[in-house]
Each structure stands twice: as C-alpha cells, then as structure tokens.
C-alpha cells in the first residue's frame, strides 16, 4: 500500500490527480515546501535516514540523571483544584488503563494495543509505501488508530493518578507498557517510528513521565537508564527529518521543535536544545496570522499548537528565559483567537476545520471537548486576563502557571463574534492567506445555553474508503451556500486544497435597540461563475437571529444554489407553506425538540423566486427524511472527535436562479415560540 494512499503523510503533499493540479499546486504553494518536501523523498530514496541513524546510534546518550523540566505540583494543591469529581474521574479513567484500555480521541474506552503480529521493517519503508501497515486482523485500517496509543498520552494520566493518590500499581502499569513498546517496537523500526510528529508526542509525554514516576518504587535505576536511551533515541529520529515537517509548515514543525528543545534541554544536548528552539519559533511567528488564527484554521489544531507552546513555556521559565518578542506577541494573539471561541456555558468550540482528536496534554479531568484548560493556561501564560477559577485550572497547575489577578469570560472576548441574551452566533470569514483546512468561508454556528444548535460536520476520518475519504471538508456540508453543486475552492486530494481565497466580515453599529447586533460578510470565491456571495447576521433582543443571504450575479446566467443548515439532532416537523400571491412565495418551518429545548428554522426565500424553482430536503444520517432527491452518504452526520459520528438533521433549500436574490434563515427559540403560537390562537 502507497503512504499517500494510507493517508501517513496528513498536510502538504500527496498524489495529485492532473498536472494542471500540480502546476497550481507548485503556483499557490510556492516552491520552498516542494523543494523541502522534495529534499525529504531524496533522503527516503537514498537510504540517508538509516545511514544517519545508524551512525548516530554508535555514540551512547549521556549517562545520569535528565535534567528536571518542570515543578510538579503538590498532591493537595491538585486535590484542591480537581475536586472530588475530577479526582474520581481521573482514577477511574487510570484503572481502565491498568485494565488494558484506553480512550483514543477522546471516545470510548477501548483496547490498548502497542504492538504487532508479524516482523517489523525500518520506518521508511512504510513511509514510502514498500511495506504495509501490520493491521491485526479485524481492525480498521486507518494508521491514525495505530498511532494514537502509541503517543503515550495515556502515561500522563497515570502520572497524575500516582500523584495524587501514591498507588504504586500506577507506576508499575507505565513501565509495564514502555517496556512492551519498547520490545515490539526496536528503535526506528515499524510504524510506530515513521513520522516524526508521532515520535515528538511519544517523546513529550516520556519527558513528562521522567518526573511523574521518579520516586515510585517500582521506578528502578535500570529501568530509568533504559528510559533515558530511548529519549535520546527518540530525539535522534526528529531531527534529520525535520526538513518533511518544514515542509508542511503546520502543527508537525510545531510539535517536533517544541519535543526536540525539550529533549535537549533535559538531556544537556545543545544542538538539539538550539535546532528545536529555533524552528519553534520560527513556526509560532509564520503560522499565527495578524488577528490570531492558526495556519491549519482548526480550532482543535489550534489547541494542539498552544499547548505544544505551553509545554515549552514552562521549560522556558524554568530555565529562567524569555520569548523573542515576535514569538509572545503571536502566542498573544492565538491565545486571544482562541479564548474569544469557547462557549461560556459548556467550555466548548465551534468544530472549525480538521479535527483528529488530538489532546497532546491530559492534564485534566475535563472533557476532550472542553477547551477551558488550554484556554485558561494560555490566558495566564500569555495574556492580562483569564477565566475565573474552576476544575480546568489543573492544566494551568502542572505548568506552573498562577492566577491572574484579572478574570474574565469568554463574553470580553468575543467582540468579533455575535452575542444574544443567552445565545451566540459565529460567522466564519477567514482572511489568512494559507491553504484552508476546510472549504467553510461563510459558514455559521450557533449556540444557545450551551448547545451547538447550528453545526460544524466535523471531520470523522481521514483514511477511509469513499465515500468516508475525508469527504467532510467540502462545502456543502456546511452552514453556507453552495453554487451549480460546486466547492468554493478545489479541492486538490485528500488533504490538499487549492485556489483558497480570504473571505471579510466588519460589525454594523445599529441604533435600533431591538438589534443587539449585526454582523456582514462576503466571499468571491464563486467570481469565475460570476456569483458574489454576502450574508448578513443579525441577533434581536428577544433571542431571534436572522442570516439573510445575498446571491449577486456579477454576469448574466443561470445557477443552482443551495443553502444548507446542519443542525442539533432532535424530533422534528416540517411544514412547507405557500402564500397565495401570484409569485407562489415559499416559507418553510422546521421545528425540532432536541434535549430541553425548543427551536425553529424558518426558510424563506425572495418573493421573486418562484416555487417551482425551490427544492427543500432534510436528511439525517445519510437518509432524506423530507422532499426529494437522493441523499449522501455522508449528509445529516456530525462528527464529534476523530472516528466518531452521530446522527444530525441536514436541512437544504436548492434555488434555481436567473437574476440576484436573498434567501433569509430565521432562528427562533422556545419562549419566543410560545408568544407567537398564543399570538396565532
């Protein structure tokens, strides 16, 4: 099986399908990450990597003791934070992995797996597709469900469960499992050992595990000395291949650096210590746009690359040093990004982007889907002010990171966002000029109490067959519109998308005070159809939100829109009215009951667009429930964490057009739909 084919190689380049794709790849991309992806292929194809290592591994790591990398906190102060609540789910969550599970992706507890049933060969033969992936039988064949336990995630939370509660069986259980890695997987030989991000994570969380089982018993000094190898041969694998994770210039280059300055701090190696340092930085500067989002416009990425920036503060302060000022000011601006997306009420984002349900620091009983931990410790590391105090401070805790003596929601933040009573909405309009993550420009969320009622798919997986091959970065499964069936840019592969464009939005000062606010936005990205895309939002003071969509034709023709809304699962009832004035005008409602509450989709299109040229579905789970046409596969799905989806309501009105028109979407929630109901009777 090719790497590009299993998906091994998640950012930059893969097998592209024309060699016009490959021109505008070479164009848009520009020609220093091809030539560094192109030096990385020359290293596979020569044997240089297994040269190097060979060579390396001729010389023996320094002997002794790491150097400490962090303060760990004391058991009562992380007793204090966590509550008896987070205590019992943190010990519960160990003992399933003494028991041999783990939760990969924030899921279920399922089997720990660390090794394989047939021989291993070196890296780079998988890498370059000439050996298979060792699936065991049964399993699915996706790589990423083989990596994700051999990050070693899971270590952390032993840690933390042998700190709190000093149970030897904690400690044992880690070595235990190191050792059997280590067994099954000979250095730099298997999957395990092919991509030098894994390798960074592994290596990370073998830094942190140094520390956290240091004084047990069962924490013998050969087993320490046996540790200290494999760190340093972990390090020895980052570093001649870091040129691949330059090239993909994404969170890879983030986590490899940060795991490579760690390593040589801890292991006294300075060249390693300056290479990582350098890189890291370099990234933290070049991939945090000037309002703050991240290079991969991903808000769980974006968690992966603060609290890989985190991780290397805390070495940072330690040390006793300082950020370039470039670097704080970028991690300033993220942690700002960032801060002004979590829900104040549930601690969670808008799934924006690719989501591989990476949590890179468990450090935490929350949720995956809380983002609070990371939010809170950038906001004490980088930031004036922070959130107020509760059980995601335990991140903040073992970094070291004391309060603030400023407090503030998420609310202070969200000057770019909409902002109900007790809702919020988020209009998507990103303007950093990197290849998107997904094709989502206009896209809008919507939250009210807490729930996510107007959605983002998420992602589910990137190795599948079709047509789960990463399907869900297209448009049209989006909260947006939609032209003549087509994507808003190209989508280049599995992972590579072309002719990404900015998209602008500004706030509107209103002075009607039943407005509360107003947001405007537009995109071109349907210019060569001569379509220009503009969506207005606006939230009222009794809790209702309008998105009214401009569709303006720019030339003469006739196109195919469609407006589609993801939405909150729930029961639901439709009803499609015609008024009877001579245009035929159709309004429908879609109300659905989902958890305690109650909402309403209205659907109403320009009065000059005729009902004949008006086509409605609504599907969930790959299956059209009302109207006509024949549903995706993938439609009516939302994906929470990677490998994981749940049933969704897809709403889509399709719109047969000749001449500019709006569409306008109504949201209207429980109390409101009360009034209009006893107005009605």
Not at 144 to 157: H, I, Q
Not at 228 to 253: C, D, F, G
Not at 438 to 454: E, P, S, T, V
Not at 629 to 656: C, D, H, N, R
Request: neutral net charge; contains cysteine.
């Amino acid at each position: 099986m090719r790497a590009e084919e299993a998906g091994f190689r998640c950012g930059l380049i893969e097998v592209v399908p024309s060699l016009l794709t490959s021109l505008k790849a070479l164009i848009q991309l520009g020609p220093e990450p091809l030539l560094l992806y192109a030096l990385y292929e020359l290293g596979l194809r020569t044997g240089r990597y297994r040269r190097v290592e060979k060579k390396a591994g001729e010389s023996k790591p320094k002997a002794g003791a790491l150097k400490p990398l962090l303060a760990l906190p004391r058991r009562d102060d992380i007793l204090k934070v966590a509550g008896q609540k987070g205590a019992a789910t943190l010990l519960q969550e160990a003992d399933e992995i003494v028991a041999g599970n783990v939760r990969s992706f924030g899921g279920e507890p399922a089997p720990l797996h660390l090794t394989f049933d047939r021989p291993l060969q070196h890296w780079s033969e998988y890498e370059t597709g000439r050996a298979s992936i060792p699936y065991p039988p049964g399993a699915i064949h996706d790589v990423k469900f083989v990596w994700e336990p051999g990050r070693f995630a899971w270590a952390l939370k032993l840690g933390r469960a042998y700190q709190i509660s000093g149970d030897d069986k904690y400690a044992e259980t880690f070595w235990g499992y190191l050792e059997e890695f280590n067994r099954g997987n000979p250095t730099y030989l298997g999957p395990h050992w092919m991509n030098g991000q894994e390798v960074a994570l592994r290596l990370m969380a073998l830094l942190w595990a140094v520390q956290l089982f240091e004084s047990a018993a069962a924490s013998n000094a050969e087993r320490k000395r046996r540790l200290v190898t494999a760190i340093a041969e972990h390090a020895r694998r980052i570093a001649p291949t870091l040129v691949y994770a330059r090239s993909q210039n994404n969170n890879h280059l983030v986590t490899e650096s940060a795991a490579l300055f760690a390593a040589g701090t801890a292991l006294g190696e300075s060249k390693w210590r300056a290479i990582g340092w350098r890189w890291l930085n370099h990234a933290l500067q070049r991939q945090i746009s000037s309002y703050g989002e991240y290079i991969q416009h991903s808000t769980n990425y974006h968690r992966v690359m603060l609290q890989a920036a985190l991780w290397a503060d805390a070495i940072v302060r330690r040390q006793g040093e300082h950020w370039p000022p470039e670097t704080l000011e970028a991690l300033m601006r993220a942690s700002h990004w960032m801060f002004s997306m979590i829900d104040p009420i549930s601690g969670r984002t808008p799934n924006l982007g690719a989501n591989d349900g990476a949590l890179i620091l468990p450090l935490d009983s929350s949720s995956f889907h809380d983002f609070r931990p990371t939010v809170q410790a950038a906001a004490r590391a980088f930031l004036r002010t922070c959130l107020p105090a509760g059980e995601w401070d335990e991140l903040s805790l073992w970094l070291g990171l004391a309060p603030r003596g400023q407090t503030a929601d998420s609310d202070a933040y969200m000057a770019e966002h909409l902002r109900g009573k007790s809702s919020w909405g988020y209009l998507r309009a990103s303007r950093f000029r990197s290849r998107l993550s997904h094709m989502d420009q206009l896209h809008f969320d919507l939250w009210k109490d807490g729930r996510n009622i107007a959605r983002d798919a998420g992602t589910f997986r990137y190795n599948a067959e079709t047509p789960w091959n990463n399907s869900l970065v297209s448009t049209s499964v989006h909260n947006t519109i939609t032209v003549d069936g087509l994507d808003q840019m190209q989508r280049g592969g599995r992972f590579l998308v072309l002719d990404w464009f900015p998209a602008y939005s500004k706030s509107v000062l209103e002075v009607d005070e039943k407005i509360l606010g107003r947001m405007m936005a537009y995109h071109n990205g349907y210019r060569p159809l001569g379509i220009r895309h503009e969506r207005i939002a606006t939230v009222y003071a009794d809790e209702r939100w309008e998105i009214r969509d401009n569709l303006v034709f720019l030339k003469p023709g006739e196109h195919v829109f469609r407006l589609h809304w993801l939405l909150e699962d729930g029961e639901w009832q439709v009803e499609n009215r015609q008024s009877r004035t001579e245009t035929r005008e159709t309004k429908l409602e879609l109300r659905v009951k989902a958890g305690s509450g109650v909402f309403c989709l209205k659907l109403t299109p320009d009065p000059r667009v005729g009902s004949s040229d008006v086509r409605v579905a609504l599907v969930r789970a790959g299956e059209c429930l009302y109207g006509t046409g024949q549903a995706l596969p993938f439609a009516g799905w939302i994906s929470p964490t990677y490998g994981v989806k749940e049933p969704g309501l897809s709403l889509a009105m399709e719109i047969t057009a000749l001449r500019s028109f709006s569409i306008v979407s109504e949201f209207v929630f429980d109390g409101a739909l009360a009034e209009n109901a006893d107005a009605r009777s």
